[in-house]
């Protein structure tokens, strides 16, 4: 098996000495930043307080009856049981403004100046309009950020946020700077099976059993504009799925350069293993931050053994 190339990113660390709020609120002064985000992020748990980011979690659910506060009641592997379990589908609830409010508040009590904010695509979950909400009383200045994705797409995000916390910048430099490399951000996923789409109602189980039969796999992405699930290929087995991978990394490499992704999976290192030498092979320029477990929102929506690639440039 290829060795993973890991890459390392800096923590946000704490900078500038403090200005008036009323300075910082226009966004013209280089201020202390803090970066907020939420369990859909899909990092590991220790990484969020290891590097200083504040994860505020939404809630998975399921039946109607069993409720967790995601990455801290639940974790990623008791949460793929109880979904093999579950004969319905789980769901997931947003924060609540006032969940949002509280990290705000503590990040103002720690000497931050500014906050981004950094989230779901709205498409997908409603955390982002909640971090607008508890903005609006924030006793700093705050700026909400639509990843247009989630997962580890969202996670590059969150990387480049804590990299640009080590620069000196305003909160709408940062802004400007993470919304100029999230329209060269990418994710291409490739479930498993397609049983998760069926019982979610966003494919017709006889389309499904037919596409079993001929060994049929999907790869999906998550559109650039919203952040909705849309297909972008149909190949034959999970062969057909890797090597697509591949060549999607690669012709994205030959547009934007030296790639940085953060790989994903759910209960497949297998799967991952593959997909690391078939890139190998195929001489793919690209390093590794990590390699994640689907959360939530993903392995509901696309199910065990999905296989995932999110990248962006390298240099940018």
Known sequence: MAALRLAVWGACRPR????????????????????????????????????????????????????YTDQYEISCDEFYDKMIASETLPTSSQPSPHDFAQAFERLASEGYEGIVSMHIAPTLSGTIQAAEIAAQTSPIPVRTFDSRGAASLLGLLVDKACELCETDITLDEMCDKLNAYRDSCRIVLAPETLENLVKGGRMPAEAASQAG???????IT?????????????????????????????????????????????????????????????????????VDNCGAIIATHLGMGTLGIAMAPRDL
């Open 222 to 290: 998550l559109t650039e504009e919203n952040g909705l699930v849309n297909v972008l290929d149909k190949v034959k087995g999970q062969k057909g799925q890797i090597s697509a991978m591949t060549d999607y990394l690669t012709s994205y490499v030959e547009e934007h350069g030296p790639a940085r992704v953060r790989l994903l999976q759910a209960r497949n290192q297998k799967g991952i293993d593959k997909l690391v030498d078939a890139l190998a092979d195929a001489g793919v320029d690209y390093e590794t931050v990590s």
């Open 213 to 219: 039969m001929l060994n049929i796999r999907l790869i």
């Open 16 to 67: 500038a000495a403090a200005r008036s709020p009323s300075q910082a609120r226009e966004g013209e002064y280089r201020v202390k930043i803090a970066i907020v985000t939420d369990s859909t992020c899909d990092w590991h748990f220790e990484d969020y307080a290891a590097r200083g980011v504040t994860m505020v979690p939404l809630k998975v659910n399921f039946g109607g009856e069993e409720s």
